[in-house]
């Protein structure tokens, strides 16, 4: 396989700031550990719009498409909050999803022990917790047709409509089972059969797949009220969890504050395979811009290094190097570093954005 080639859309508000920090791993993968990645920035959101009238330029799409991989920051703010409906920073963030057909959105909610504190959970509950939702996210209710809101008699009715095809449901199954294989073998899914018949054909789906091509895999199924309350009893019973838009964008927001900070979750959405076989991929930090904090170097740049770490384990085949960089990132936690989201505690000088990203590739040198 030839060079890999990851296109960086740095964004917004703090997203450039955390941007930067991701910069110095990547270097220092390059230099110490042979990824040579094939690197390209560009510009999205508000920052495409001040430049080209667009949130996304059509040029930008195009290099999207034609990487190995798009690691995004953050889009937004204040000063866009005016403009028309499709010029706002977030239309060039759901057009790269859109056009990439990312159908497969992965939200790891993973406990550092060192931050075990920062849940609302016991320690014990989320101490080593290490989960993976795989929310379906080009279907279902956000986009079933048909849609709106009718006059009937003298009131008003809201209409959405819940609708998947088999092959929408196996895609994503397929991404679930996958990722089950590189981590704990075993896949929940969840949905609501004994009401709907979306959920009928979801089960039945999701179990097909399973028998023809994934049998080694342990296959759960959980109604989905009951998977949330299983997620906040006792999270460590799951390992990767497969479910639609609606549940899963419910499901991942639970799981993912299991663990602490926005500042600390990654995300992927991943689509169908490529020809190199990889996925089309877009990894970013589940937090916005944070316009309130932007340019006072006191952003957590965690969420993003995390995101590229997710790259190299689901995009790069370098589930060993993804390992040590999330490794090294507990080494840091551990040894009290702190940036302004995660202070709990009196006394902690937090790290600047930057220190906090120098106290990681510190970590990373000691690594080898
Ligand atoms: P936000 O995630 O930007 O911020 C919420 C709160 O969390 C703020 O107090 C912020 O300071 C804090 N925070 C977020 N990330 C942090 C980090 N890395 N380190 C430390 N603190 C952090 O959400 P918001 O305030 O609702 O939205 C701000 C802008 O971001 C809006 O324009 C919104 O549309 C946009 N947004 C973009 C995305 C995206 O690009 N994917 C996601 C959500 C919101």
Redesign the pocket.
Same mark, same amino acid.
């Given at each position: 396989m030839g060079k890999s080639s990851l296109l960086i859309l740095p @964004?917004? +508000?703090?997203?450039p700031e !955390?941007m930067v920090e991701v910069r110095k791993i990547i270097d220092w993968f390059g230099s110490n550990r042979g990824l040579d990645f094939d690197v390209t920035e560009d510009l999205v @959101?508000g920052a495409a719009y001040d430049a080209h009238g667009t949130p996304l330029h059509d040029e930008t799409m195009a290099k999207a498409l034609n990487v190995d991989a798009v690691l995004? @920051? /953050? !889009? +937004?703010?204040?000063k866009?909050?005016n403009l028309d409906f499709s010029l706002?920073? %977030?239309r060039g963030?759901l057009r790269l999803r859109k056009e990439m057909d990312l159908y497969s959105n992965l939200r790891p909610a993973q406990c550092f022990d060192a931050l075990a504190d920062f849940s609302s959970l016991k320690t014990e509950v989320v101490s080593g917790l290490d989960i993976m939702i795989v929310r379906e996210l080009t279907s279902g209710i956000y986009f079933g047709e048909p849609r709106g809101i009718i006059t009937e008699g003298n009131e008003r009715v809201g209409i959405n409509t819940q609708r998947y095809t088999e092959s929408e449901i196996e895609r994503v199954a397929r991404s679930a089972f996958e990722l089950a294989k590189r981590r704990g073998n075993k896949v929940c899914s969840m949905e609501k059969a004994n009401v709907m018949e979306s959920g009928v054909l979801w089960r039945e789906t999701v179990d097909k797949v399973h028998q023809a091509e994934y049998s080694e895999v342990e296959l759960s199924h959980m109604y989905a009220d009951a998977g949330a309350m299983q997620l906040c009893r006792w999270p460590k019973q799951f390992d990767v969890i497969v479910t639609d838009n609606l549940f899963g964008d419910i499901l991942s927001d639970t799981a993912a504050m299991l663990t602490g900070?926005?500042?600390?979750l990654p995300s992927a959405s991943l689509g169908a395979p490529m020809e190199n076989g990889r996925p089309k991929a877009l990894y %970013?930090? !589940? $937090? @916005?811009? /944070?316009? #309130?904090?932007a340019g006072q170097g006191? /952003?957590?740049?965690? /969420?993003?290094i995390l995101s590229f770490a997710m790259a190299l384990r689901y995009s790069f085949d370098e589930g060993v190097e993804a390992d040590r960089l999330e490794q090294s990132i507990e080494n840091v936690l551990s040894k009290g570093a702190r =940036? $302004? #989201?995660l202070l709990g505690e009196e006394g902690i000088t937090p790290l600047s =954005?930057s220190g906090m990203g120098d106290a990681i590739v510190e970590a990373l040198a000691v690594s080898i």
């Open positions: @964004g917004d +508000g703090i997203g !955390v @959101g995004l @920051g /953050a !889009v +937004g703010g204040p866009y909050d706002k920073p %977030e963030l900070s926005l500042g600390m %970013e930090p !589940v $937090h @916005g811009s /944070a316009p #309130d904090i006191k /952003a957590n740049p965690i /969420a993003c =940036t $302004h #989201d =954005t």
